[in-house]
Nanobody, 118 residues
Framework: QVQLVESGGGLVQPGGSLKLSCIVS????????MGWYRQAPGKQRELVAG???????NYDDSVKGRFTISRDNAKNTVYLQMNSLKPEETAVYYC????????????WGQGTQVTVSS
C-alpha cells in the first residue's frame, strides 16, 4: 500500500518561507512522477509544481522563481521550498504521485495546511 504523508505546513507571514516535505512509503519514489497541488477554500485543486522521474521540473506561472520542487530518492521524499509567500496562497497543499511505469496509478497525501497571514 503506497502512502504519502505531507508535513511542514503552518502559519507564515506574507513574504515568509516554508518547506513542505512528502514522505512516501510502500514503494520507491524513483518510479513515480511527483507533484504538489493546492486547494484553497471554494476553489479547484491546482498543480503548483511537478518533478519527473528524471528530475525535470515544471511550475505554475504564479510560483515560478519563488517555489522549488526537489526529490531525494534515497530518502523517498519530495520537497517544496516556498519563498515570498502571498496571502492568496493560503490553501491545503497536497502531495501527488503518479506511477511512471505500467500500471499507471495515482496516489494522494492527506494534505497540509499553509496559511499566509499577518
Amino acid at each position: 500500500q503506497v502512502q504519502l504523508v505531507e508535513s511542514g505546513g503552518g502559519l507564515v507571514q506574507p513574504g515568509g518561507s516554508l518547506k513542505l516535505s512528502c514522505i512516501v512509503s510502500g514503494s520507491i519514489i524513483s518510479i513515480y512522477h511527483m507533484g504538489w497541488y493546492r486547494q484553497a477554500p471554494g476553489k479547484q485543486r491546482e498543480l503548483v509544481a511537478g518533478i519527473t522521474t528524471s528530475g525535470s521540473t515544471n511550475y505554475d506561472d504564479s510560483v515560478k522563481g519563488r517555489f522549488t520542487i526537489s526529490r531525494d530518492n534515497a530518502k523517498n521524499t519530495v520537497y517544496l521550498q516556498m519563498n515570498s509567500l502571498k496571502p492568496e496562497e493560503t490553501a491545503v497543499y497536497y502531495c501527488h504521485a503518479r506511477r511512471a511505469v505500467p500500471p499507471t496509478l495515482d496516489y494522494w497525501g492527506q494534505g497540509t495546511q499553509v496559511t499566509v497571514s499577518s
